[in-house]
């Protein structure tokens, strides 16, 4: 096989080329082979694609970004994450950890004194930020529109199981945790504390509005669809961002070395936030990920991610102590909106992962046996 050149991005921002025994050329027919079909199959318009192999990356960009306009996506254009926002939370909370501004085995009373239900004196921080506080559902009710009528539904819900014993998938859950966590503006706290150091530089809550160009159409029935604001929204579903910060972003999760010596915090919330909290079924729970150990076969995560599987309510076991983060990990996240899917994935072990996002979405499973297709692909290379 022929060595030849790619460049990849660190997470100085400066540009780089290596030798490689993959072409760009060779990469790019890779990815096209997993997701052309795919977006033909789900009537996907556009996509973007930034895969990480033993440390050299590239983008591979599909369709468009806008139906009406013919507006092509690039590594520029903005998606929105939905959950995989969550990853974002967990990391803001693993700085404010290692601040020593919140403790997780805080009471959620005490961070919140007007929460007086009595079902609630049980309940930890950790419990909301890993969905294990006892059957709070996935959305907040539509009613739900101010403090005054979110603070109505907390102490009004009732649990189905002791907190610490099951995990129900929820955005209720960890964006209350979020919400809580940060004492002002949740938004200048993620710019701030995640955003501005990690130099993702177009990566956002509220999108500004010149670079409303680069924001993406979701579309849902051939609708064109952006997520509608919400209580919670943000903590829990509200980031959006490119392949190319997603890069960034997977790089620093990847080997947290990487950032400069000034960045310790930082590199220590990334590792919190890759630590194991709860063990569910398979896989473990972290602040905003789901993690396996590495090796671990295609089936069980695209099973245990399957919203048949991922949304029900499932036994959880608190991990005491608090396991690690480890390099022989699978480590991922599903997200959507109406309008948009995305994922991504890396084991640190091998310096390796991807990024694929969508301006439609489509189910949990195709996304990731299109990105497990295509690290495999990576990993066993291509013939002259």
């Not at 072409?23 to 052309?36: D, F, G, M, N, R």
């Not at 089936?299 to 983060?325: F, H, Q, Y």
Request: a positive charge; hydrophobic letters at 40%.
């Amino acid at each position: 096989m022929k060595k030849s050149l790619f460049c990849f991005a660190l997470l100085s921002l400066s540009a780089s080329c290596v030798a490689a025994d993959l072409s760009s050329q060779q990469v790019t027919s890779l990815v096209k082979a997993a997701i052309e079909p795919l977006m033909e199959q789900q009537a996907i318009p556009g996509m973007s694609v930034a895969v990480l192999y033993k440390g050299r990356a590239q983008f591979v960009n599909f369709g468009v970004a806008d139906l009406e306009s013919g507006r092509r996506v690039t590594e520029n254009t903005l998606f929105e994450l939905g959950s995989v926002s969550k990853t974002f939370t967990g990391t803001l909370a693993g700085i404010m950890i290692r601040n020593g501004e919140i403790r997780l085995n805080d009471p959620v009373q005490k961070v919140w004194p007007q929460l007086t239900g009595e079902q609630w004196r049980p309940v930890r921080m950790l419990h909301l930020a890993t969905y294990t506080a006892g059957g709070l559902p996935l959305q907040l009710p539509d009613d739900v529109t101010d403090q005054a009528s979110l603070l109505s539904f907390y102490q009004h819900w009732q649990p189905e199981a002791a907190p610490g014993t099951l995990r129900q998938y929820s955005n209720a859950s960890i964006g209350l945790f979020g919400s809580l966590m940060v004492k002002g503006d949740y938004e200048q706290a993620m710019a701030r504390n995640v955003f501005q150091p990690l130099r993702l530089t177009r990566t956002y809550i509220t999108v500004p509005p010149s670079m409303m160009p680069d924001y993406a159409w979701g579309y849902k029935k051939g609708q064109p669809v952006r997520v509608s604001p919400g209580m919670l929204d943000a903590e829990a579903y509200g980031v959006k961002s490119t392949a190319r910060d997603m890069l960034t972003f997977m790089q620093a999760n990847v080997d947290p070395n990487r950032l400069s010596s000034g960045n310790t915090v930082l590199r220590n919330a990334i590792r919190t936030a890759q630590s194991r909290y709860f063990k569910v079924g398979r896989f473990y729970q972290g602040l905003g990920w789901e993690i396996y150990d590495w090796p671990v076969t295609a089936d069980t995560v695209i099973s245990d991610s399957d919203n048949d599987v991922a949304l029900k309510p499932r036994p959880a076991t608190l991990i005491n102590p608090v396991g690690p983060s480890q390099s022989a990990s699978w480590v991922h996240k599903t997200g959507s909106t109406n309008g948009f899917g995305a994922y991504i994935a890396f084991i640190p072990e091998q310096n390796s992962g991807i990024v694929i996002l969508a301006n439609k979405s489509y189910p949990n499973p195709l996304r990731i046996r299109a990105a497990w297709q295509i690290m495999q692909a990576l990993q066993q290379g291509t013939p002259d």
